[in-house]
């Protein structure tokens, strides 16, 4: 089966760190553009970041910085590292397949939500 | 990056059809025909409706159709049923990014 897993949220203090994974089944996640999108309790849908096939990445000015999205190609999963969290990181994380080229999310794992607070 | 605008919610009778604008800037919308939207029911993923301005995914109905004109996308719900009441977010390309919009709360009388 086509999926994606999000794993790795919880709570973390201001000024902390958390990595998110997201294990992919079905396909291979080096061979296709892979993306970050967040939401905030209540609020839309934020791009967060991309990870070209060929390894470029991408990031919304907010996290610039501070995120790093990366992937293991043997274990075919994407990460997400956030370093220096904000209170208003604090949101559900979604990985999503990104169709190159195209430029829409096809795929969509279920979640993983992060609090940020002290 | 500033996220695209639209309405914050909309409402129809069954059977009727209704239309979610979405606008952008030439940086984004008014750029690529890379318009998509998404549907999101309550504590859901979101689900792809409509990718490249208006191609429908295998799958979704018919009654979904999508279109864009200059900096401003749209999306149409027509014989609208029970089912469709959700949040719906239009999403475009912006050159090694994604800009979505605020979202519009669909509400089925």
């Known amino acids: 089966e086509v999926q994606l897993v999000e794993s790795g949220g919880g709570l973390v203090q201001p000024g902390g760190s958390l990595r998110l994974s997201c294990a992919a089944s079905?396909?291979?996640?080096?061979?296709?553009?892979m993306s970050w999108v967040r939401q905030a309790p209540g609020k839309g849908l934020e791009w967060v970041s991309v990870?070209?096939?060929?390894?470029?990445?991408y990031y919304a000015d907010s996290v610039k910085g501070r995120f790093t999205i990366s992937r293991h190609n043997s274990k075919n999963t994407l990460y997400l590292q956030m370093n220096s969290l904000r209170a208003e990181d604090t949101a559900v994380y979604y990985c999503?397949?990104?169709?190159?080229?195209?430029?829409?999310?096809?795929?969509w794992g279920r979640g993983t939500l992060v609090t940020v607070s002290s | 990056q500033s996220a695209l605008t639209q309405p914050a919610s909309v409402s129809g009778s069954p059977g009727q059809s209704i239309t979610i604008s979405c606008t952008g800037t030439?940086?984004?919308?008014?750029?690529?025909?890379?318009v998509s939207w998404y549907q999101q029911h309550p504590g859901k993923a979101p689900k792809l409706m409509i990718y490249?301005?208006?191609k429908r995914p295998s799958g979704v109905s018919n009654r979904f159709s999508g279109s864009k004109s200059g900096n401003t996308a749209s999306l149409t719900i027509s014989g609208l049923q029970a089912e469709d009441e959700a949040d719906y977010y239009c999403?475009?390309?912006?050159?090694?990014?994604?800009?979505f919009g605020g979202g519009t709360k669909l509400t089925v009388l």
């Open positions: 999503a397949r990104v169709i190159a080229n195209d430029w829409y999310f096809d795929l």
């Open positions: 079905g396909f291979t996640v080096s061979s296709n553009y």
């Open positions: 990870i070209y096939s060929g390894g470029s990445t």
């Open positions: 030439s940086s984004d919308v008014g750029s690529y025909n890379l």
């Open positions: 490249e301005v208006s």
């Open positions: 999403c475009s390309y912006a050159g090694s990014s994604s800009v």
